[in-house]
């Protein structure tokens, strides 16, 4: 109708759902930039960070990679998703969208391949632990999430206390000079909960004596079978 004037009212975008996302990604991105802080001052601690080869001389597995790795993926998907969803940026929408979907698909493939080899990804995982037992003096991080991992699953080694021959300082053989000879780490050690104070030389020649005990049924068996072969 002349002299009426029609009202188009543009789409807005919505405020809940955006701060609710800028939020979420702002913590996320804040604990990220600490976990990779914590890693890159681990690094700096340990001397990498002015001798960068120092990276390829551990035997084992450096735990300060989980920092430094998932720090940096946090870091760079809370920043995507917090500066997309405040400027509402599509492209760094896109993007963190993108790199979800890819982790949540990376994760359920691991986990099928996992279910379908799970005889190679076994022995590859012994392999794994037995090369960081290898190396279990050689980095104090690495020391400790050996030690912590022993303790929470309430195990020795990889397949028994036995792998720890594997490490210079714990085999038994003769030409082995150190203390801890025959023995294992102190989180193979069953603790008893009225001890106070932490025995750490719990472990020590344990697997010594476990060898003179086989021994010594093994001779007993052994007698018991010429006694009853005699009758």
Same mark, same amino acid.
């Given at each position: 109708?002349?002299?009426?004037?029609?009202? +188009?009212?543009?789409?807005?975008?919505?405020?809940?759902?955006?701060?609710?996302?800028?939020? +979420?990604?702002?913590?996320?991105?804040?604990?990220?930039a600490l976990f990779l802080a914590i890693g890159l001052?681990?690094?700096?601690?340990?001397?990498?960070?002015?001798?960068?080869?120092?990276?390829?001389?551990?035997?084992?597995?450096?735990?300060?990679?989980?920092?430094?790795?998932?720090?940096?993926?946090?870091?760079?998907?809370?920043?995507? /998703?917090c500066i997309g969803a405040l400027r509402e940026n599509?492209?760094?929408?896109?993007?963190?969208?993108?790199?979800?979907?890819?982790?949540?698909? &990376?994760?359920?493939?691991? /986990?099928?391949?996992?279910?379908?080899?799970?005889?190679?990804?076994? @022995?590859?995982?012994? &392999?794994?632990?037995?090369?960081?037992?290898?190396?279990?003096?050689?980095?104090?991080?690495?020391?400790?999430?050996?030690?912590?991992?022993?303790?929470?699953?309430?195990?020795?080694?990889?397949?028994?206390?036995?792998?720890?021959? %594997?490490?210079?300082?714990?085999?038994?053989?003769? %030409?082995?000079?150190?203390?801890?000879?025959?023995?294992?780490?102190?989180?193979?050690?069953?603790? @008893?909960?009225a001890e106070d104070v932490l025995n750490t030389q719990?472990?020590?020649? =344990?697997? *010594?004596?476990?060898?003179?005990?086989?021994? *010594?049924?093994?001779? %007993? =068996?052994? @007698?018991?079978?010429?006694?009853?072969?005699?009758?």
């Amino acid at each position: 109708m002349p002299g009426k004037h029609q009202h +188009f009212q543009e789409p807005e975008v919505g405020c809940c759902g955006k701060y609710f996302l800028f939020g +979420f990604n702002i913590v996320f991105w804040v604990l990220g930039a600490l976990f990779l802080a914590i890693g890159l001052w681990a690094w700096g601690e340990k001397g990498v960070l002015s001798n960068i080869s120092a990276l390829t001389d551990l035997g084992g597995f450096d735990p300060v990679w989980l920092f430094v790795v998932v720090g940096g993926v946090m870091s760079v998907l809370g920043f995507a /998703g917090c500066i997309g969803a405040l400027r509402e940026n599509t492209f760094l929408l896109k993007f963190f969208s993108v790199f979800l979907g890819l982790i949540f698909f &990376l994760e359920l493939a691991t /986990g099928i391949l996992a279910f379908v080899f799970k005889d190679w990804i076994r @022995d590859q995982l012994n &392999l794994f632990i037995n090369n960081n037992v290898k190396a279990y003096r050689d980095d104090i991080d690495l020391q400790n999430l050996i030690d912590f991992a022993q303790e929470y699953w309430s195990c020795c080694g990889a397949r028994g206390p036995n792998d720890w021959n %594997l490490n210079i300082y714990f085999n038994c053989t003769d %030409l082995n000079p150190s203390r801890e000879r025959c023995g294992v780490p102190f989180s193979c050690c069953v603790r @008893d909960p009225a001890e106070d104070v932490l025995n750490t030389q719990c472990g020590y020649d =344990v697997r *010594l004596k476990l060898i003179f005990g086989i021994c *010594l049924a093994q001779n %007993l =068996v052994s @007698d018991i079978k010429a006694v009853k072969a005699n009758w």
